[in-house]
């Protein structure tokens, strides 16, 4: 078999030496050309470490500074192999960490990917420092124990927020449609759910009849694949005929208060909590609903939630719960745009002692109209009745411009660095990848201001 894919002719390469005469042909005699010509056989050696291949501004190393000052005690209490004891020596869970970190400052959400970049990148090596991982405990690491991660973030802003860099004061929300790894051909009606579920379960236990009596071109090891794989896709259509019976809830709901049909739901055979929503581009595509929660002043990230709702309407009081409980403060003002300014979660906000500023409905409509949008309406609660006031301030309207600068500024950085998509499944793991793009801001930011306190003296 020719060792190129195309056949051009002779595959004899000409050596440097022989282009370089090849070049001085056509000039005069005695003119023939000096070169300086590559190389590319000679073996040489090069004494170099890690260390010192890598530049000392690289943002690599800023990321290892301060994932080691991290602590990662969840982590380290749960290896069994300790000294004088018996046990593989585990990695060190601050190099996973800083390895996911810096993948995810990259744009690299793959675990396939990170690995092998682990083995050919220079910065990543420098990370490993010659421990050799694989995509089987980088993709383990991330998915397992959302808890960790998610004290891990409150770890981090609690430290600004001890150095007086994070005030909580005023926070912007906003959401982020992200898409789901879940193809749309993938939804099922409940019908068809509970009919491939009969077909999944008959695959279990015929592959449990099969045990030690399987074929010998079958090993034990992909039998015990085979019969992991079909107990997954049995869970993944329980899960699935779950949330069927949940959407037609929600659906019946709805349909008593709008009048509407309702219609028939289906979910997805491969993500069930996926559920398919409009994108901003104005297309429908199984997704997950990304919320953040950004500190106005210092641009830190101080809440970060996943749902599978459509929506943003009341999603403003879960996380001002979250954000006081993650941080200890109640925040006084927040900031949201319209989608989540629903009457009850104003009330809701403020019952939790926090001013909201969000526009409000058909406002330029109402005020083309000769009517005035600010005036309380019939069955405003005091709450409401004061934001529509608040509202028509000029001091509200720049308080509330600062939205735009922190919640979608945050989430511009989040598409930046290639948050589109979600590369894992089911919403616990995708919370984690939203938790690590927090961390990741986070710890940016916080190298940020840190050094801007040191510049101004503080």
Request: aromatic share 6%; with cysteine; proline share 4%.
């Amino acid at each position: 078999m020719n060792e190129f894919l195309f056949d051009k002719g002779s595959q004899v390469r000409p050596s440097p030496g022989e282009v370089a005469a090849e070049a001085g042909a056509g000039t005069s005699a005695g003119s023939k050309p000096r070169l300086r010509l590559p190389q590319r056989d000679q073996v040489e050696m090069h004494w170099a470490s890690l260390d010192q291949l890598l530049e000392a501004d690289h943002p690599a190393r800023v990321v290892w500074t301060a994932v080691c000052g991290l602590d990662v005690g969840r982590w380290l209490a749960e290896i069994k192999a300790v000294e004088g004891g018996a046990g593989r020596d585990a990695t060190d869970p601050r190099l996973l960490v800083a390895l996911w970190v810096y993948a995810t400052v990259d744009g690299v959400g793959s675990a396939r990917e990170l690995a092998r970049l682990c083995g050919k990148h220079l910065a990543y090596q420098w990370l490993c420092g010659g421990v050799t991982v694989n995509y089987h405990l980088l993709a383990d690491f991330r998915a397992q124990g959302s808890e960790k991660w998610d004290a891990l973030l409150t770890q981090i802003i609690g430290a600004l927020m001890a150095e007086n860099l994070v005030t909580v004061r005023r926070v912007a929300q906003d959401g982020m449609r992200v898409r789901a790894d879940a193809g749309s051909s993938s939804y099922r009606r409940r019908s068809r759910l509970e009919e491939c579920l009969e077909e999944a379960q008959a695959q279990v236990e015929a592959l449990k009849q099969q045990g030690d009596g399987a074929s010998e071109e079958v090993t034990r090891r992909q039998q015990a694949a085979r019969a992991r794989a079909a107990a997954e896709r049995q869970q993944r259509l329980q899960a699935a005929i779950r949330q069927c019976e949940e959407l037609q809830h929600k659906r019946e709901e709805t349909a008593k208060k709008s009048g509407r049909k309702v219609e028939e739901p289906r979910a997805s055979t491969t993500d069930p909590e996926a559920v398919k929503m409009k994108f901003p581009d104005g297309g429908t595509r199984p997704g997950y609903n990304v919320e953040l929660a950004t500190d106005t002043a210092s641009k830190v990230i101080v809440g970060v939630d996943v749902t599978n709702h459509g929506s943003d309407q009341g999603e403003l009081p879960p996380m001002l719960d979250q954000v006081q409980e993650r941080t200890g403060r109640k925040p006084e003002e927040g900031l949201v745009d319209g989608g989540f300014a629903a009457l009850d979660a104003i009330d809701a906000a403020a019952e939790r002692g926090c001013t909201v500023y969000a526009p409000l409905k058909d406002e330029h409509k109402q005020l083309r109209a000769g009517k005035d949008p600010y005036a309380p309406k019939k069955g405003d609660t005091a709450a409401v009745a004061a934001w529509r006031a608040r509202m028509g301030t000029a001091a509200a309207k720049a308080i509330y411009r600062l939205r735009c600068q922190t919640a979608e500024w945050v989430n511009a950085i989040c598409r930046n660095r290639g948050f589109w998509r979600m590369p894992v499944r089911g919403q616990v793991k995708c919370r984690v990848v939203a938790t690590l793009y927090a961390i990741t801001h986070d710890i940016l930011q916080g190298v940020k201001l840190r050094a801007e306190a040191a510049m101004n003296g503080r």
